[in-house]
């Protein structure tokens, strides 16, 4: 399959491109991000812009991929509802109506996260503007699908952008063997990867996947 990834610099992002570039069934990858990846690769392309709300200039570059793996985000902290909103909300579901123009039905996998609020009306501001987002998709004529991983332990030199998040990891790196043993709790950035490489090839049971489901997967 071809596969279009946003996000390949974030942690779970660079997780995914990896997997991806390791898996031969992956014929293509077009990167699509605001700075390059660094990353060469005889399978991998980029589109680089600094505004990723109007993707309409590269439209036509962007059609013909069977699968989106949506892995751009940030974290709530400090930010204003409208803030995350537009971030979260308005730039995920403007790039997937772009994509359900010039490639309806492709899969689109999206990360969200554990805890995320479907009903839209809970007191967690992130969880709600996850959930609407969600809803958003699973309503667009994609064949989408919710990633909502819980702990991530990032592998292979592969570190997170935010400095709160790389302490954490730090702090419970050696936690993870301990943390592992619990079913769903959680997972890492290359199950993560295999995970959505296997929705994307072949779809899921089921439209909302947690830590779980995607450490069961093939």
């Known amino acids: 399959m071809k596969v279009i990834v946003f996000g390949a610099t974030g942690m779970v992002g660079q997780g995914v491109l990896r997997e991806c570039l390791l898996d031969d069934r992956v014929a293509q990858v077009l990167v699509v991000g605001r700075t390059p990846t660094g990353r060469r690769h005889a399978r991998l392309a980029e589109i680089v812009r600094g505004d990723l709300s109007d993707l309409s200039p590269v439209a036509a570059d962007l059609a013909g991929y069977d699968a989106c793996f949506f892995c751009l985000g940030v974290s709530a902290a400090g930010m204003s509802e409208a803030d995350y909103t537009r971030i979260t909300y308005d730039l995920t579901t403007a790039v997937a109506g772009l994509l359900a123009d010039v490639s309806p039905g492709m899969r689109f996998v999206y990360v969200s996260g554990s805890g995320t609020d479907s009903t839209e ?22 064949d989408a699908y919710m990633f909502r991983p819980g702990f991530i332990q990032p592998r292979h030199g592969i570190t997170s952008k935010t400095g709160w998040y790389r302490t954490l990891y730090k702090i419970t790196s050696p936690l993870y063997p301990l943390l592992a043993r619990i079913p769903g709790l959680a997972t890492t950035t290359d199950q993560l990867g295999r995970a959505m490489i296997h929705v994307g090839l072949s779809g899921a049971p089921t439209r909302t996947l947690t830590n779980r489901d995607i450490n069961t997967l093939p």
């Open 121 to 142: 009306r809970g007191r967690m501001m992130w969880a709600r503007v996850k959930g609407r987002t969600e809803n958003a998709l699973l309503a667009m004529p994609l």
